[in-house]
């Protein structure tokens, strides 16, 4: 037997792989800017095609009587190598002997909702960290004022960076990715609220929203990176805060994941028959701690695929809004 199936004789439990599978804790949106994509080995190579041969006109008459003309292009590759993340949680003995079979489910159920939300934290915090590098997009300027000045500019700001990946690459941008604390100043702005809104009105009258943002930009999505987390060791006072950093990146993704498709980035995931894939694996009772575990995990790797394809405005000495 290969270690891949000695590996996965445990019991998966069909109902908490889907309380897992179906189960997102409020505020996570990595999974919307590095889309998944499933891959059938644990580590390879994808093609990058040269845009500079796609985006050349070619001459496409044909004479009479002769072949078409051949055409070629240039291409590149990267690659990837996909993790395996997981954690498990256990009941012990004395607890399942002393539950009634409602509140053991009920546990069980909560005990995975937990698992899941650090594996979903883990890969928020990864993607946030690739999407704020600098190195990881096409362009970039700092933001000093913070949008918090009645001399800020954000939706011309916002227009700047739409238009450099426009213009730089053929592809317009279709997501805008907000850090928390820009998006409250964005949407608190004088100039946001004047134009989405009501120009007519003092102030522009209430803060705007996300949808009202993707409309006026003409993109299909705004998200904001709501997620927050504890940066205190275990054991000390709870310190908490935002995953995602002060910027605003405007972006192109695909409207439907795909390896022959351009992307800012991509989640490649390991998907074949007997590996987890957010699966809760029931491992066997373990008599040397009179107790059974049960472990949730994944294969992925999140890769920046097209870096050229982002553009970033960076916060520089924000003030808190």
Same mark, same amino acid.
């Not at 694996?281 to 695929?305: F, H, M, N, W």
């Given at each position: 037997m290969s270690d891949i199936g000695q590996a996965r004789t445990v019991h998966v439990d069909q109902h908490l792989s889907n309380v897992a599978i179906n189960y997102k804790m409020s505020g996570f949106i990595a999974d919307q800017i590095a889309p998944i994509v499933s891959v059938d080995k644990q580590t390879n190579t994808f093609i990058e095609w040269t845009q500079a041969d796609i985006f050349r006109r070619e001459d496409t008459k044909r004479s009479p009587l002769t072949e078409a003309k051949r055409i070629s292009w240039s291409v590149s590759s990267q690659s990837y190598l996909c993790q395996n993340y997981a954690l498990k949680t256990g009941i012990s003995l004395e607890a399942r002997s002393n539950m009634d079979a409602a509140f053991a489910r009920q546990w069980e159920e909560g005990a995975v909702m937990r698992v899941t939300d650090a594996l979903l934290l883990d890969w928020e915090t990864r993607v946030a960290s690739l999407a704020e590098n600098t190195g990881n997009v096409g362009s970039n300027f700092n933001v000093h004022s913070a949008w918090t000045s009645s001399g800020a500019l954000p939706v011309n700001d916002l227009h700047t960076a739409i238009d450099n990946v426009r213009y730089s690459t053929g592809y317009t941008p279709n997501t805008i990715l907000f850090g928390s604390r820009p998006w409250d100043y964005f949407r608190r702005h004088w100039q946001t609220k004047s134009i989405l809104n009501n120009p007519n009105m003092l102030l522009g009258g209430q803060q705007v929203t996300q949808d009202a943002v993707a409309r006026y930009f003409g993109v299909d999505k705004v998200l904001v990176g709501l997620a927050m987390n504890n940066t205190a060791a275990k054991g000390q006072s709870l310190v908490v805060a935002p995953v995602w950093?002060?910027?605003? %990146?405007?972006?192109? =993704? #695909?409207?439907?994941? &795909?390896?022959?498709?351009?992307? /800012?980035?991509? @989640?490649?995931? /390991? %998907?074949? #028959? $007997?590996?987890?894939?957010? !699966?809760?694996?029931?491992?066997?009772?373990? =008599? *040397?701690? *009179? $107790? !059974?575990? &049960?472990?949730? $995990?994944?294969? !992925?790797?999140?890769?920046? %695929?097209?870096?050229?394809?982002?553009?970033?405005?960076?916060? %520089? $000495? @924000?003030?808190?809004?």
């Open positions: 950093g002060d910027h605003v %990146t405007v972006y192109f =993704a #695909p409207p439907v994941p &795909s390896m022959q498709l351009p992307s /800012w980035m991509y @989640s490649f995931r /390991w %998907t074949v #028959p $007997g590996l987890p894939n957010l !699966q809760v694996e029931r491992l066997p009772y373990d =008599a *040397k701690i *009179k $107790g !059974q575990d &049960s472990e949730v $995990g994944y294969y !992925q790797d999140e890769r920046v %695929t097209a870096s050229r394809l982002a553009f970033q405005l960076r916060f %520089t $000495g @924000s003030a808190q809004a």
